[in-house]
């Protein structure tokens, strides 16, 4: 079974500059999530989506940070503009999403962008 | 608000030794899930091992064995018969019930030496 995927794998950019990340999850996975992880701490989730709908957007910074699903598969994170606090790795995970309480679904992680804002 | 602690930040322990990493949490709710995920150098985060708050019995993986206590809320992980392959970061992580968000803890980066 193949596993979470994302593109790229390292991005380094200027400040105020643009980037986007891609993800596609596992077949057959209705929840989706992007994390954001500083050096030297844990994940941090930034936005859950339960096939195209947000779920939970609370802890993403509206005013850079944008994400999409539009057909409920893969996604794109966007940030505009970066700032030298984006540097980070996103990491996207998914899990199966079925039931009433998804939350007992165990996520899958894929190998993360490493961004560098300079 | 749910939270999740890691009071070691690095450890390390000589092949084939026995290696606890502790984890304490918090939260109010009594339905909730402990995880523990290990993240290699090449940044992939894999499940370790799960353990439902309902159940009293201790989850097994293999060499990967949990100590569960509840009402201490503690979580720690015990890896027997270390590897050079379990040289990893350790992340404990809680999601329950109230929240359903997945809390990490800051990490514990072991080290097994040859």
């Known amino acids: 079974e193949a596993g979470v995927a994302q593109s790229p794998r390292y991005k380094i950019i200027e400040k105020r500059q643009s980037v986007a990340f891609w993800c596609n999850p596992i077949?057959?996975?209705?929840?989706l999530y992007w994390y954001q992880q500083i050096l030297g701490q844990g994940p941090k989730l930034l936005i859950q989506?339960?096939?195209?709908?947000?779920?939970?957007d609370s802890q993403l910074p509206k005013d850079r940070f944008s994400a999409e699903r539009l057909k409920g598969v893969d996604s794109t994170l966007k940030i505009q503009p970066a700032k030298l606090e984006d540097s980070a790795v996103y990491l996207c995970a998914s899990s199966l999403g079925a039931g009433t309480s998804g939350f007992t679904d165990t996520q899958y992680f894929g190998p993360g962008t490493r961004l560098t804002v300079l | 608000a749910q939270t999740v602690t890691q009071s070691q930040p690095e450890m390390s322990v000589q092949e084939a030794e026995t290696v606890t990493l502790s984890c304490t949490y918090d939260t109010s709710e009594n339905n909730y899930y402990l995880f523990w995920y290990k993240q290699p150098p090449s940044r992939q985060m894999i499940l370790v091992i799960r353990?439902?708050?309902?159940?009293?019995q201790n989850a097994t993986e293999n060499r990967f064995s949990v100590n569960f206590q509840k009402a201490a809320k503690s979580f720690s992980l015990k890896i027997s018969d270390s590897q050079l392959g379990d040289t990893a970061m350790y992340f404990c992580?809680?999601?329950?019930?109230?929240?359903?968000?997945?809390?990490f803890g800051t990490g514990t980066r072991l080290t097994i030496i040859p």
């Open positions: 992580a809680l999601i329950d019930f109230g929240n359903e968000k997945l809390t």
């Open positions: 353990q439902e708050a309902y159940k009293q």
């Open positions: 989506f339960q096939n195209n709908g947000v779920v939970d």
């Open positions: 077949s057959g996975h209705a929840t």
